[in-house]
């Protein structure tokens, strides 16, 4: 069915971008931020749905070697000034992005250059291997901005999306409202189906469910995978199932050498005592599949039921238990109330190391007192476990960044990790894809789950509910980078406008 264009698409997500950091896709650490400013904001390459990688901004490119890159640019791209984009604003973007020191800028890799090579091409040159530069690429923090205005002082990233991307943001209130419309300049658009993007943002689940039932919101995000069930009598919402390559994970925090978890057998036994399925059946309505440190998801991923935990029988949990001296465990837990999964998790772990002689103190706070526990100021963190959840990202050797203690320095209040672990996260992202890499990051799976300090529970899913009466969407059932509108330009409505 051909559906016309045009038209306003209401959407309701559960939170913003965060005001701290401004609009800069540089330092955008938030899936809700990559999806917002991925309407205003183009890549160079763009992920698929079975995770190739396809043409964004870059029409094409040729890796000559494992440490060179050319991209061959499209020449049509233009900016929402006006302003056509330029291989300047290719290279100064990355560039950029590397001076931010952001998270992302550990994630592109060791690149030693950025050169123009053409008048619409560029070279990025490494200084060692990285498989995952195209899936580094991928993410809206390596949009392409408008890179003289920039360094000119003359537009404000922080506070001005100024993008190649398919819509411009005309209106903003923090945590409660956005409005996008069709940007004029984008050469699709005259294709693009939506004119115009009403984003409410609801933290509350129940009103963002009220909004699908009665159809003041025609397209909408849920954490809480009840959301399948809560709506299975709407009979003109579809609800989709999304998984995710992000996961749930539990910090065990062996920095304290009082604590039992100080302890490597220690934190093995606990590592082995929890129950993945039972996890996702109870907490996720069984669609949180268990996973390793490489997503379960991605092509290469390590398979986590050869995992060393995931092989040990009670007896030799106990035995660990024993072997360490540890009798009548007593751990604190500490988790966030943002959504509700984790305090649910939280409770079906503490019943399940119960049996083990392992007694939980549950703490739920606020995100922000969270973050203050664990990643929040150079002193060791006091909680003994905490649950948190990493993005996956499109290539399976890109999260393990964060278990490298000489790169991801956040973790060091509460993780102590070891040479070893930081040479095998090194090693995966070099290896070119194919066998060879799939056995390292075996190795890498391995050596996580053996240290247990961030433990990979399941993947995080997501819900996504639409009225079939108000807009035909498209949408992945696997997402690498939380873009609940990635294919938001197909998008038609299919009533009142």
């Known amino acids: 069915m051909n559906l016309p264009a045009g038209g306003t698409l209401r959407v309701y997500l559960d939170y913003d971008t965060v005001a701290a950091a401004g609009l800069d896709p540089r330092v955008a650490t938030t899936a809700r931020s990559w999806t917002l400013m991925g309407l205003s904001y183009e890549t160079l390459v763009k992920v698929d749905e079975k995770f190739g990688f396809v043409p964004g901004l870059a029409k094409s490119w040729k890796i000559v070697s494992p440490t060179e890159y050319v991209f061959d640019l499209r020449e049509d791209a233009v900016f929402s000034n006006g302003r056509p984009m330029t291989a300047e604003d290719v290279k100064g973007s990355i560039e950029m992005l590397q001076e931010s020191k952001s998270s992302w800028a550990l994630q592109l890799g060791p690149i030693a ?219 604190s837990l500490t988790t966030w109330n943002e959504e509700s999964a984790p305090a649910q998790i939280a409770q079906i772990i503490q019943q399940q190391l119960q049996r083990f002689g392992i007694t939980i103190e549950i703490k739920v706070v606020d995100d922000p007192a969270y973050v203050a526990e664990f990643y929040g100021s150079d002193q060791p963190a006091t909680a003994d476990i905490g649950i948190s959840w990493y993005a996956g990202y499109g290539d399976a050797a890109m999260v393990s960044r964060w278990w490298n203690t000489e790169q991801a320095t956040f973790t060091a209040r509460y993780m102590t990790g070891s040479p070893e672990l930081n040479a095998l996260v090194v090693k995966a992202s070099q290896e070119p894809q194919g066998a060879s890499r799939d056995q390292v990051l075996t190795e890498l799976c391995a050596a996580v789950d053996k240290g247990a300090e961030q433990i990979p529970l399941m993947t995080r899913p997501g819900v996504i509910a639409y009225r079939t009466d108000k807009v035909s969407p498209t949408i992945n059932t696997n997402e690498g980078y939380g873009n609940l509108l990635r294919y938001i330009t197909d998008f038609r409505l299919t009533g009142t406008k």
């Open 113 to 331: 250059s950025v050169d123009i090579t053409g008048p619409h091409q560029v070279t990025i040159r490494l200084s060692a291997p990285y498989t995952a530069l195209l899936g580094a690429l991928a993410n809206t923090p390596a949009a392409i901005l408008p890179v003289k205005e920039a360094r000119a002082g003359t537009i404000d990233l922080s506070k001005q999306m100024v993008g190649t991307g398919p819509y411009v943001a005309t209106a903003h209130v923090q945590d409660e409202s956005w409005t996008f419309t069709k940007n004029p300049h984008h050469p699709d658009a005259a294709k693009i189906g939506v004119d115009t993007i009403d984003i409410e943002i609801v933290a509350d689940e129940a009103n963002r469910l009220a909004a699908i039932r009665d159809g003041s919101a025609h397209y909408a995000f849920f954490n809480n995978a009840d959301a399948l069930d809560l709506l299975a009598g709407s009979p003109q919402a579809r609800v989709v199932k999304q998984q995710n390559t992000d996961f749930y994970y539990l910090i065990l925090n062996s920095k304290n050498p009082t604590s039992p978890l100080h302890d490597e057998r220690v934190r093995l036994a606990v590592n082995a005592a929890i129950d993945r399925a039972q996890l996702s059946d109870l907490a996720l309505a069984g669609l949180g599949l268990t996973t390793g440190v490489t997503p379960v998801t991605l092509p290469g991923a390590c398979d986590p039921a050869k995992l060393p935990s995931a092989t040990l029988s009670d007896a030799e949990i106990s035995k660990l238990l024993a072997d360490a001296g540890a009798t009548n465990i007593k751990l």
